[in-house]
């Protein structure tokens, strides 16, 4: 099966020029000018006069079917990577967790098994480690030799997931010797929940507490230190969920002294604000830790990802019925499984806050969501290129088209949206992978279980700082 992609603009991190893209199997096959005029047929052309060509979205922060304070996020790898999909996505990377106590691989396989079959998109894993000792950290280099390259740790949820200084520097040792990724959730925990008592003991239970409670210079803190351990080891680093001002500086001073850290931002810190936890128990809908931040946090997020402090924009989706679901914490908002849904908005969003908005080049919309991951994940250039040889992993995008998202069209298994009624200019027409068109305009076309695991490389850390 051959598809010619014509009269296109070819929207690349590098730049931006027309051409024709040709798709051969499952790979980008040539790209060029009037490749029609030049003789090259195809079974199937799709007319791109006035879109951008642009490589798939890749988000690397999902959480599909995790279990989380006494239930489950809702969305499954069929109808969360169809939802990924339908907004642009056509790679994520989930977090596989590991059951206290129990191997690594355990968790692994149980991942895989969610996955295999069921997802629709490409997918890899992040494993997340619960546990550091001698038995999970020979494991890492079996992972990291199977294509699982990246390691979560989190210095929050004491009791929970929590890893002390110690476990966090053998880990990072560990992944200097085997080429692996220390990813790190990076908040004060065991501080944090001090704060949360004393605001439930004197009365604050409403969601707000919940923001109230973290206090960004905890997370500036945190990320300080685990940049410092990484630099001690000898180690890159990669912050998820970068909410904060505090965190950002700690980031870019970090750079500055030339420590490999790398840093993600979500759409919610950039559209969001502790506003939204307000409004009494409906304010559950919006927690997700950390937390949605003081509005005036929102133009340091978007300046890092301007200047390159912030590589990345991925979701951290993890989404919970407000009702059933997020009501398990009327009370006590300690107690609210702490998600989003986001997965189905985020390139849309990063277009509109970015490009439409005027604060991102369109090559650095791409490179966002997009190359950069793919390079810091070790799926360049297989993913986030348009290049011969690449995956066809591209989206016809409409940078005119409006939408208004809404839970009423989304494709998300959750009951509301937390961007209810935004208005986006600019979305995918056609959504294709490997060579499969999956969606055409806002129709599900694909086949079931189309997505594939993708085996990941150790990347070049030197060459990316
Ligand atoms: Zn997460």
């Given amino acids: 099966m051959r598809t010619l992609i014509s009269n296109g603009l070819v929207v690349t991190a590098d730049g931006s020029y027309p051409a024709d893209v040709l798709v051969d199997g499952e790979t980008i096959a040539l790209v060029g000018a009037d490749l029609a005029g030049r003789g090259v047929t195809a079974d199937e052309t799709i007319d791109a006069t006035g879109k951008y060509v642009v490589p798939g979205g890749i988000d ?13 996020a809702k969305d499954t790898f069929e109808s ?10 056509t790679t994520i990377i989930d977090f596989a967790a ?46 990291v030799a199977d294509g699982v390259t990246t ?26 010797d085997n080429g692996g990724l220390i990813l790190m959730h990076a908040e004060n925990g065991p501080v944090i929940d001090v704060i949360a008592a004393a605001l439930v003991a004197a009365g604050t239970t409403d969601p707000i507490g919940h923001g109230l409670a973290r206090y960004p210079i905890l997370e500036g803190e945190a990320t300080n230190r685990v940049i410092r351990l990484a630099e001690a080891a000898g180690v890159p680093v990669y912050i998820v969920h970068l909410t904060s001002r505090d965190a950002l500086e700690a980031v870019t001073a970090a750079r500055d002294r030339g420590a490999m850290a790398f840093a993600e931002t979500c759409p919610q810190y950039l559209f969001l604000s502790l506003d939204d936890l307000g409004n009494g128990f409906e304010g559950a809908k919006y927690v997700c830790s950390p937390p949605l931040r003081p509005k005036d946090h929102q133009a340091d997020l978007w300046r890092g990802l301007l200047k390159g402090d912030l590589q990345a924009v991925g979701t951290d989706h993890c989404p919970f019925d407000f009702h059933g679901q997020k009501e398990l914490g009327r009370g006590d908002f300690r107690k609210i499984p702490n998600g989003l849904p986001a997965v189905e908005d985020r390139v849309d969003l ?55 998202i809404s839970a009423a069209t989304h494709h998300m298994a959750v009951d509301y949206s ?8 600019g979305t995918s027409d056609v959504v294709m992978s490997r060579g499969t068109v999956l969606v055409r305009d806002g129709a599900w076309v694909g086949p079931a279980g189309h997505g594939r695991f993708v085996r990941r490389a150790p990347a070049d850390f030197v060459r990316l700082a």
Wanted: no cysteine.
């Fill in 60 to 72: 690397v922060h999902t959480h599909f079917e995790l279990p989380f304070g006494g239930t489950v």
């Fill in 80 to 89: 969360g990577t169809k939802a990924a999909a339908h907004g642009g996505t």
């Fill in 98 to 143: 590991q059951a206290r106590g129990r191997p690594l691989r355990e968790g692994l396989d149980t991942w895989h098994a969610k996955a295999e079959g069921h997802a629709v998109i490409d997918f890899g894993f992040h494993m997340m480690m619960g546990d550091v000792n001698d038995g999970t950290l020979a494991e890492m280099d079996g992972l």
């Fill in 151 to 176: 390691f979560k740790l989190f210095t929050a949820y004491p009791g929970v997931l929590y890893s002390p200084d110690d476990h966090i520097f053998r880990a990072m040792l560990r992944s200097r």
């Fill in 350 to 404: 990063i277009h509109q806050g970015g490009v439409v908005e005027g604060r991102l080049s369109r090559e650095r919309w791409v490179e966002v969501i997009s190359t950069a991951p793919a390079k810091i994940f070790g799926m360049y250039p297989k993913k986030g290129a348009i290049a011969v040889g690449s995956d066809a992993d591209l989206l016809v995008f409409d940078p005119n088209r409006k939408r208004t």
């Fill in 418 to 425: 937390i961007f209810e009624g935004f208005e986006v200019q």
